[in-house]
C-alpha cells in the first residue's frame, strides 16, 4: 500500500527524463540508496552522546560542525540488531523534512559506496511477501545488474517510529523501590 | 546576502511611524495641549504620507494627507486637539495600517466613514465650517493650509517683519533625497525673498564630490508670518541642519531691501556670503546683529540639541535571523576558543598561550555584547498595551487605567515577540473578567477606575512579568465546582490552592457565565500556558477575593545561553542551569545506604525527594564511590539530583534538539562543550514535577 501511494507522489524525486542522482551506501550486506540531493556530507565516525530515554532508532546525537544533530540507525528502524563499526563505517548527513521542518539527520551505515545515476525504469515496487525488511519503510527496489538497491522511505521511518510524547513522562519517574 | 525588497523596507519604516504616530495619540489624550506631541504625530502622518506616495501607496498617501491635514490646523492653532480628534485618527490610523498591509483590499465605505468622523471632530472641535473645506480637499497641502490661517493671525497681517535666515544643510542632504530647491520655494511662498547663495564651502574642482552638498544659503524673507512658519520650512530636516533665523526689525518699504542682488552673488561665488551682506547692512541693524544672533543662536541650538538628543536612540534594522547566524558563528567560536584554551594549557608554548588568553578575553567579551545585541526593554512591549486598554474601556464601557512599571528591564528580542500573545490574552483577562462594572465596584467601596499593573522585574537569570488587577479576584470553589462538573477533576479531589488556580490553564476552561467578544472561550489561558512553556518559563497565579489576582511570568532572560553546571553520571555529560541550581552536596555513603527504599534527603530540618540520574537514564555502569547531589528548585518545590561527579561551571550556548527528539521531556536541550563533545541539558521544571510526585506517593503511603 505505501509503495502505491509512493509512486503516486513520484517518490524518490524521478527528474522528467526518469533519472535519478543517487548516493549508494551499504547496510548489513544490503545496498541502499538516496537521492544525492538530500546528503549533505559524508563523515568519519563522531564522538556520540547517548540520550537516555530516546528511541532506539535515533538513541544518540552527535556534533555536527557546532549543530547537534541526531544518529539515525536503519538497522535498529528495521528491527535488526545494531552492528560492530568497522573502519570502513561512516555517518551520512542528510536533510529531512520532519513535521514540517527541515532537519539535518546522521545516518549510520557500512560503508559508502557510490554515487550513481538510476533509472526509473529499473524501478519497481517492494514485493509484499519475502522481504527481510518491513516493505512499508521502503521506497522501491531498483534493479542494477544482477543486484537490487533498497531505496529507503526516510519519511515513514522517522514517523513510524514516533511515539506520543505524553507516553515519555514514564521515562523521568524514578524507578518504584 | 538576499536582496532586500524595498516594498518590506518601507513597511518595516510604516509599521515603527505607525507605533509612533499612535503613541503620540494616547500621550496626547492626556495631554491635548502638548505642542510636542501634536507636532510629533503630525510629523509621523506627513512622514507616512511622503513615504507611501513614494512606494506607490497611493490610497493609503491619500487617505492619510486628510488626517495630516486636520493635525496640521491643530498644530498651527486654528483648532483645538480635542479628545474626538485623538479618536478619530486613532481609528484612522488603523485603516493606514490595512491599506500597508493589503493597500489592493476592499475597504468599500471604510476609509469615508472615517473621514466623516474625522471631519465630524474637527467641525466640533473648531466650531467653523472651514476646516470642512480642508479636510475635503485632497489638494491642500500643508503650505497652503497655512494661507488659510492668515485670518487667524489677522494682528500680524499689518505687521510686515524682515528676517535673515542663514540655513545649511549636511552634505549628505542631496544623498538623502532632500531637495533645498524645494526649501527655497517653500520660503518664497511664505513672502518677498532675496536668496544668496554662499559659495565659500565648495572645494576646487577635482575635490568635488558630485553628491555633496557644499552651498549654503543666506535668504531676507519680508512676511507677516510669525517665526514658527519659518522654522516649518523646515521642519522634515531641522535635526541635522544649521539654521539661524534673525528678526531684522519691521519691513520698512523705503529702505533698500537688500544692497546686493542675486546675480552679484552668483558672479563672485568665491567670496563668503555673509561677508558680502555685512557691510550692506543698515548701521542700526549692524549693530544689534550680534546679541540678536547670539540670542537666537542659543535658542536654535539647544532646540537642535533637544532633537539631536531624541535621535541619539539610532539604531540599524538588522533582519531577525541575520543576528542569529551571528549568534551561532559566535557560539561555535566559543567552543573553538575553548578547544584552543586546552591545547594551550597542555602545551609549553608560552607564546601560544598568551594568544589562548587574548582570544578567551575578546570571545568572553564578544559574546557579552552578543547577548546585549538581542536585548530591548520590555517597554516596547508594553507600549502595545495601551492602546489595548484604549480598546477595552470602549468594548467593555469600564473605566481602566493601565499601570506600567519596569519598561526597562530587558528581554532577548525574541522571547519579547513570543510574551506578546499571552499578555494579550491576559489583559483582556483582567479587563473583562477581573475588573468589575463601576457599579459593581462602587458597591464594594472600590475606586470606579479599575486598575490593571503591568511590570516586569529581573531577578537572577529570570524576568518576571506580572499582570496585576484590582478585580474581583477568583473564586476557588468557582472553578473546583467547573472542574468537577466537567469532569476535569475527581470530586471531592485534595488539591492546593496553586493546584487549583492552574486549573484555569486547561484547555477549554472557562468559568465565565456568558461569552463575550473579548473573552470566556477558554481558549486564551491555554495558549497563555503553551507559550509560557515553549519559552521555558512558568506562571504563578495568586488571587484573593474581593482585592484582585496577580498572574506573573517567571521567563529566563534569554533563550540562546545559559549558565549551567557541567555534571557527569555514568559516561555521559550534562548540563543543569545554574539559576536552578540551589546547593550541592556529597551524598554520604551511610545515607546512601538508609535513603534506599525512600529516595528522601533531610536537608536541614525539611525533607527533598531525590532522584538516581543513573537509575533514570540507565547508565548501566558503577556508580562512582562518593557521589554527589545537586538540589535545584523551581519556586517553591526542590529535588535533589544525584550525580556521579561535579564537574563545574559551564556558560553554554543552547541547541534545540531536533523533532525526533521531542519526545523526550527530560532535555530541554544540548549544548557542545569544549572538547567538541555534546551534553544535554536537564530540563529541572519536568525532573522538579518528577520529584513533586514521588513526594505526593509518600505522603499517600505514609
Known amino acids: ?177 | 546576502m538576499s536582496t532586500i525588497d524595498p516594498l518590506d523596507i518601507f513597511r518595516a519604516e510604516a509599521a515603527e511611524l505607525l507605533e509612533q504616530i499612535e503613541q503620540g495619540l494616547l500621550d496626547l489624550e492626556h495631554r491635548l495641549d502638548d505642542r510636542a506631541l501634536i507636532d510629533s504625530v503630525f510629523r509621523g502622518l506627513h512622514t507616512l504620507k511622503g513615504s507611501g506616495a513614494m512606494f506607490g501607496f497611493d490610497a493609503l498617501a491619500a487617505f492619510t494627507h486628510h488626517c495630516e491635514t486636520a493635525f496640521d490646523r491643530v498644530r498651527k492653532g486654528l483648532a483645538p486637539a480635542t479628545t474626538d480628534l485623538v479618536m478619530a485618527v486613532l481609528a484612522a490610523r488603523d485603516h493606514m495600517r490595512a491599506l500597508v498591509e493589503d493597500p489592493a483590499g476592499d475597504y468599500g465605505a471604510t476609509g469615508a466613514a472615517l473621514l466623516k468622523q474625522l471631519q465630524d471632530a474637527v467641525d466640533g472641535g473648531s466650531g467653523r465650517t472651514e476646516p470642512t473645506a480642508a479636510i475635503d480637499q485632497p489638494e491642500t497641502i500643508p503650505a497652503a493650509g497655512a494661507v488659510a490661517s492668515t485670518a487667524g493671525d489677522a494682528a500680524d497681517k499689518s505687521q510686515m517683519r524682515r528676517w535673515r535666515i542663514r540655513f545649511s544643510l549636511p552634505p549628505d542632504t542631496l544623498f538623502n533625497g532632500t531637495n533645498p530647491l524645494a526649501l527655497l520655494d517653500e520660503m518664497r511662498d511664505l513672502g518677498d525673498a532675496e536668496i544668496q547663495v554662499d559659495t565659500s564651502n565648495v572645494p576646487p574642482l577635482d575635490a568635488i564630490k558630485p553628491t555633496d552638498l557644499y552651498l549654503s544659503w543666506v535668504v531676507m524673507l519680508t512676511t507677516d508670518r510669525p517665526r514658527a512658519d519659518i522654522e516649518d520650512v523646515f521642519i522634515f530636516v531641522m535635526d541635522e541642519m544649521s539654521l539661524n533665523i534673525e528678526e531684522l526689525g519691521p519691513f520698512d518699504p523705503a529702505e533698500p531691501i537688500l544692497a546686493w542682488t542675486p546675480a552679484e552673488a552668483v558672479a563672485t561665488p568665491a567670496v563668503a556670503a555673509g561677508r558680502m551682506a555685512e557691510p550692506a547692512l543698515p548701521p542700526a541693524t549692524h549693530a544689534a546683529e550680534k546679541p540678536v544672533h547670539a540670542a537666537t543662536g542659543t535658542s536654535q541650538r539647544s532646540e537642535v540639541a533637544d532633537s539631536m538628543a531624541r535621535r541619539k536612540a539610532e539604531s540599524v534594522r538588522v533582519p531577525a535571523e541575520r543576528l542569529d547566524e551571528l549568534m551561532d558563528r559566535v557560539g561555535e567560536l566559543v567552543i573553538a576558543q575553548s578547544r584552543l584554551t586546552q591545547i594551550a594549557a597542555s602545551s609549553l608554548d608560552a607564546q601560544l598561550r598568551t594568544v589562548s588568553e587574548e582570544m578567551e578575553r575578546l570571545c568572553s567579551e564578544l559574546r557579552t555584547t552578543m547577548m546585549v545585541l538581542r536585548m530591548v526593554p520590555v517597554g516596547t512591549l508594553f507600549e502595545r498595551f495601551r492602546r489595548l486598554v484604549h480598546d477595552l474601556q470602549r468594548d467593555t464601557g469600564k473605566t481602566i487605567e493601565l499601570v506600567t512599571a519596569g519598561e526597562t528591564t530587558e528581554m532577548d528580542k525574541t522571547v519579547i515577540e513570543r510574551l506578546a500573545d499571552p499578555l494579550v490574552h491576559l489583559v483582556r483577562n483582567a479587563a473583562d473578567h477581573g475588573l468589575e462594572s463601576p457599579e459593581g465596584r462602587h458597591a464594594a467601596g472600590k475606586s470606579e477606575i479599575g486598575r490593571v499593573t503591568l511590570s516586569a522585574r529581573q531577578v537572577g537569570g529570570e524576568v518576571i512579568v506580572t499582570i496585576a488587577d484590582d478585580g474581583r479576584g477568583i473564586d476557588r470553589d468557582k472553578i473546583r465546582a467547573k472542574a468537577e462538573s466537567s469532569g476535569l477533576i475527581p470530586v471531592g479531589a485534595v488539591m492546593s490552592d496553586q493546584e487549583v488556580l492552574q486549573l484555569i490553564l486547561q484547555p477549554g476552561f472557562s468559568t465565565a457565565a456568558t461569552v463575550t467578544n473579548l473573552s470566556g472561550r477558554g481558549v486564551g489561558m491555554d495558549v497563555v500556558k503553551k507559550t509560557i512553556d515553549s519559552l521555558r518559563g512558568t506562571i504563578d497565579i495568586s488571587t484573593r477575593l474581593g482585592e484582585g489576582t496577580t498572574i506573573a511570568l517567571r521567563i529566563p532572560l534569554t533563550l540562546a545561553i545559559i549558565d549551567g553546571l557541567l555534571v557527569r553520571v555514568g559516561k555521559g555529560r550534562y548540563v543543569i542551569p545554574l539559576p536552578a541550581v540551589e546547593e550541592c552536596l556529597e551524598l554520604s555513603l551511610e545515607e546512601d545506604l538508609r535513603s534506599r527504599g525512600r529516595s528522601f534527603l533531610s536537608l536541614r530540618g525539611s525533607l527533598v525527594p531525590f532522584i538516581r540520574l543513573r537509575e533514570i537514564f540507565s547508565t548501566g555502569s558503577k556508580p562512582d564511590p562518593y557521589q554527589k547531589i545537586v538540589v535545584v528548585s523551581t519556586g517553591e518545590d526542590r529535588v535533589g539530583l544525584v550525580v556521579d561527579q561535579i564537574i563545574g561551571d559551564h556558560q553554554t550556548v543552547i541547541k534545540s534538539m531536533s523533532k525526533l527528539h521531542d519526545d523526550v521531556s527530560t532535555f530541554s536541550g544540548a549544548t557542545i562543550l569544549g572538547d567538541g563533545g555534546v551534553a544535554l541539558i536537564l530540563d529541572v521544571a519536568n525532573l522538579v514535577a518528577a520529584g513533586r510526585e514521588q513526594e505526593a506517593q509518600l505522603r499517600a503511603t505514609a
Not at chain 1, 74 to 102: C, K, N, Q
Open chain 1, 1 to 177: 500500500m505505501m509503495s502505491n501511494l509512493a509512486s503516486e507522489h513520484s517518490n524518490p524525486p524521478w527528474r522528467e527524463d526518469g533519472e535519478l542522482e543517487a548516493l549508494t551506501f551499504d547496510i548489513a550486506g544490503e545496498t541502499f540508496a538516496l537521492e544525492a540531493a538530500i546528503v549533505r556530507e559524508i563523515l568519519d565516525l563522531l564522538p556520540e552522546t547517548a540520550v537516555p530515554g530516546a528511541r532506539a532508532f535515533v538513541g544518540s546525537v552527535v556534533n555536527f560542525r557546532g549543530k547537534v544533530i541526531p544518529l539515525a540507525d536503519i538497522r535498529l528502524a528495521f528491527g535488526m540488531p545494531s552492528a560492530e563499526v568497522t573502519i570502513d563505517s561512516r555517518i551520512v548527513v542528510v536533510e529531512v523534512d520532519i513535521e514540517g521542518t527541515p532537519t539535518l539527520v546522521g545516518l549510520r551505515t557500512d560503508k559508502v559506496t557510490e554515487v550513481l545515476t538510476l533509472k526509473k525504469s529499473d524501478s519497481e515496487p517492494p514485493p509484499r511477501v519475502g522481504m527481510r525488511w518491513p516493505t512499508e519503510l521502503i521506497e522501491c527496489l531498483i534493479k542494477r545488474g544482477s543486484s537490487v538497491i533498497i531505496f529507503p522511505d526516510l519519511k515513514a521511518i522517522f514517523a513510524a517510529n514516533s511515539r506520543k510524547p505524553a507516553a515519555e513522562a514514564e521515562v523521568i519517574r524514578h524507578p518504584k523501590s
